[in-house]
C-alpha cells in the first residue's frame, strides 16, 4: 500500500517567515495530494491540494509544489502568521477502487512566534 | 450548511467495556469514513463506506471493532472489548464523489481514554 512520509516533525518559524513542509510518497499510481490544516482540538480541514497533472498551485500565502518523479510534494506558506501555527498533514490517494482512501502522513507542528 | 456531528467528544472507560461513537455526515455525501488518529499521528483509515456498502475495511480490527451505516446516514462505530491500545480520536469523514477525488469533511472526533 501507499506510505507517506511528512519532514519536519517540528517547524518554529518567525512571523514574516516562511515555511516549508516536505512529503514523500511511495505509490507512482497516487494522482491526488491534499493538504489538511488541524488546530488543537479542531477537526482537519483542507487548505490546498493538487493533482497529479499539474506541478504547481497556489492560493494566496499558501503554495503546494509536485514532483511527479521524485514521487515528493510540498507546502509552502510565506509571510507566516500566528494563527498559521497548527499541526499540517499531508496525504495522498489515486483514482478508482482506493477512490477517497487519503494514506496521511504523521504531521508537522508548525509555531509562528509574533 | 451543518457539518460532520460526532458525539460523545470525550468518552473515558475501563478496559474490556464496549464503547460505541456516533456519527452524522453531511446530508448528500455518499461516501463515508472512519479514521483512527493516535497521538501526535496522521489519521489512518479504519472502514470506508460508499453509500450504505462497507467498500474498504481491510483495517478494520474486525475481532473487536464494528461499524454500521444506517440508512446510509448517520454511522456507529463499537469497540468491545476495548483495550488500552485503543485510546485514541476517532474521526468521522463525509466527501461527495462528484467527478474525481475531492475534501473530506472530518467531525470533531471523539477521544477515547482507555484505564
Known amino acids: 500500500g501507499e506510505n507517506v512520509e511528512q519532514h519536519p516533525s517540528t517547524l518554529s518559524v518567525q512571523e514574516g517567515d516562511s515555511a516549508v513542509i516536505k512529503c514523500t510518497y511511495s505509490?507512482?499510481?497516487?494522482?491526488?495530494f491534499p493538504w489538511y490544516k488541524q488546530e488543537l482540538g479542531k477537526r482537519p480541514q483542507l487548505i490546498i491540494d493538487?493533482?497529479?497533472?499539474?506541478g504547481e498551485k497556489k492560493d494566496q500565502r499558501i503554495a503546494v509544489t509536485l514532483n511527479k518523479t521524485a514521487k515528493h510534494f510540498s507546502l509552502h506558506i510565506t509571510e507566516t502568521q500566528p494563527e498559521d501555527s497548527a499541526v499540517y498533514f499531508c496525504?495522498?490517494?489515486?483514482?478508482?477502487?482506493?477512490?477517497?482512501?487519503?494514506?496521511f502522513g504523521q504531521g508537522t507542528i508548525l509555531t509562528v512566534h509574533p | 450548511e451543518a457539518g460532520v456531528v460526532q458525539s460523545p467528544r470525550y468518552k473515558i472507560i475501563e478496559k474490556k467495556q464496549p464503547v460505541a461513537f456516533w456519527c452524522n455526515p453531511i446530508?448528500?455525501?455518499?461516501?463515508f469514513y472512519w479514521y483512527l488518529q493516535n497521538l501526535g499521528q496522521g489519521p489512518e483509515l479504519l472502514i470506508r463506506?460508499?453509500?450504505?456498502?462497507?467498500?474498504?475495511d481491510s483495517q478494520l480490527p474486525k475481532d473487536r471493532f464494528s461499524a454500521e451505516r444506517l440508512k446510509g446516514v448517520d454511522s456507529t462505530l463499537k469497540i468491545q472489548p476495548a483495550e488500552l491500545g485503543d485510546s485514541a480520536v476517532y474521526l468521522c469523514?463525509?466527501?461527495?464523489?462528484?467527478?474525481?477525488?475531492?475534501?473530506?469533511?472530518f467531525g470533531e472526533g471523539s477521544r477515547l481514554t482507555v484505564l
Open positions: 505509490d507512482s499510481a497516487s494522482n491526488y
Open positions: 463506506y460508499e453509500n450504505e456498502e462497507a467498500v474498504d
Open positions: 496525504a495522498a490517494s489515486k483514482y478508482g477502487t482506493s477512490y477517497g482512501k487519503l494514506t
Open positions: 469523514a463525509s466527501s461527495s464523489r462528484g467527478a474525481g477525488p475531492g475534501e473530506l469533511f
Open positions: 446530508s448528500g455525501h455518499n461516501t
Open positions: 493538487i493533482r497529479s497533472n499539474v
